[in-house]
């Protein structure tokens, strides 16, 4: 069995436990091996996270892949490479981009039902089953059997119609996604009517969510996945944006609660896995 084989098998596994999974989303080597070193058992890629590394609004098909390759190769960690709706409208070319994530080292992939296009947000019903369902096909055809994620993102284009997003959601798993994950939910009450509406692994991403929910909590509803999307990313921002206001204003308080360098590379060294 190749490395990658053995990811995906263990990404596999992590969805079948009774218990949620977290799952982190660094946005380069070194991030993921810090969070490989504290203990975490998976991570996913965050095209937020590329995005703000870039500096730019959204981060570019090429930057997508090259991102989970790197990431992939950081750690022995599996990895779910974030491909937002792959690029394409088209369901085969869409699909093209998870064999690609294949190429890059990916253990899962992600797709969602966002256009991109601010005119028309979300793709329409059947155009966004038909490209999970390519989507399906494509995964079925690697030589890896990657973990596919299927995305409803109505409640982050101002779509409040949780019937309609279950509705797809449901439509998805029908499809042949093997994790459902509709981004977006804020209450216990709305990720609960999701997990009991389906019968894949969901996913929630604590980045839009209620901060009071616990992982006690979201285990007791059924919810498998926890993860953070760009939450990290803009979090390690806003330090970085504080200390060169900081600066700026002539003062250096800051650097007073900077990690020790030794700290810093003993991390990344126990992140390794080497």
């Not at 799952?23 to 995005?51: H, K, M, Q, Y």
């Not at 929910?213 to 803009?234: D, M």
Request: glycine share 10%; hydrophobic share 45%.
């Amino acid at each position: 069995m190749t490395d990658q084989m053995a990811r995906a098998a263990r990404f596999r596994a992590l969805h079948e436990r009774s218990e949620p999974f977290l799952l982190p989303n660094p946005w380069d080597a070194g991030t993921a091996r810090l969070l490989a070193g504290l203990g975490f058992e998976a991570l996913a890629t965050t095209s937020l996270g590329v995005a703000n590394m870039l500096g730019g609004p959204r981060a570019g098909r090429q930057d997508i892949l090259d991102n989970c390759r790197v990431i992939s190769a950081a750690t022995p960690l599996p990895v779910n490479a974030d491909l937002e709706n792959g690029y394409a409208a088209e369901p085969a070319q869409a699909a093209k981009m998870i064999e690609d994530a294949c190429a890059c080292g990916a253990a899962g992939a992600s797709i969602e039902d966002g256009s991109g296009d601010p005119r028309a947000p979300i793709y329409d019903f059947g155009l966004a089953v038909e490209r999970v369902h390519a989507a399906v096909e494509a995964t079925r055809s690697l030589p890896v059997p990657l973990v596919l994620t299927a995305r409803a993102e109505n409640l982050l284009y101002g779509v409040a119609d949780l019937d309609d997003t279950i509705r797809r959601l449901q439509a998805f798993e029908s499809a042949g996604a093997d994790v459902l994950y509709a981004p977006g939910l804020r209450t216990l009450d709305q990720m609960r009517a999701v997990v009991s509406s389906v019968g894949r692994p969901v996913n929630v991403v604590m980045g839009f969510a209620d901060p009071a929910i616990t992982l006690e909590q979201l285990a007791e509803i059924g919810v498998r996945r926890v993860s953070i999307g760009g939450a990290l990313s803009r979090l390690a921002l806003r330090s970085f944006l504080d200390g060169a206001r900081q600066m700026r204003d002539g003062r250096f308080g800051f650097v007073t609660e900077m990690a020790s360098i030794s700290e810093l590379h003993q991390a990344f060294e126990r992140g390794r896995g080497e």
